[in-house]
């Protein structure tokens, strides 16, 4: 089990940039994928973004290729989401989530583990 803490969700305007952060405990294997979701009002939740915890490759959503970023921060057990240019679209509860394997990263129900959510609101 991984107890997982988001935070740096806020509001900001269309074109503004923001960086969530993910603060990790407990155990972390090598085939482990950390993955980052959100979900708006009346939408299901959708895959963000992901990145393998062993070498750090990282997986988008085509929705937010080119504009958000994932990485890690191993050492501090830390993942973080870089989000740029930033839409009225992307208003949603941010998590982010933890599974055991690499594969189907961008499945919900893959993931074992998640945080409690944090608020990116944008503005037009």
């Not at 490759?57 to 993942?79: M, P």
């Not at 998590?95 to 503005?123: F, I, P």
């Amino acid at each position: 089990q991984v107890h997982l803490v988001e935070s740096g969700g806020g509001l900001v305007q269309a074109g503004d940039s923001l960086r969530l952060s993910c603060a990790a405990s407990g155990r972390i294997l090598s085939n482990t994928a950390m993955g980052w979701f959100r979900q708006a009002p009346g939408k299901e939740r959708e895959f963000v973004g992901a990145i393998y915890w062993s070498d750090g490759s990282t997986y988008y959503a085509d929705s937010v290729k080119g504009r958000f970023t994932v990485s890690r921060d191993s050492a501090n057990n830390l993942v973080f989401l870089q989000m740029n240019s930033l839409k009225p679209e992307d208003t949603a509860v941010y998590y982010c989530a933890a599974k055991w394997g690499l594969n189907r990263v961008h499945m919900v129900l893959e993931y074992r583990d998640w945080g409690q959510g944090t608020q990116v609101t944008v503005s037009s």
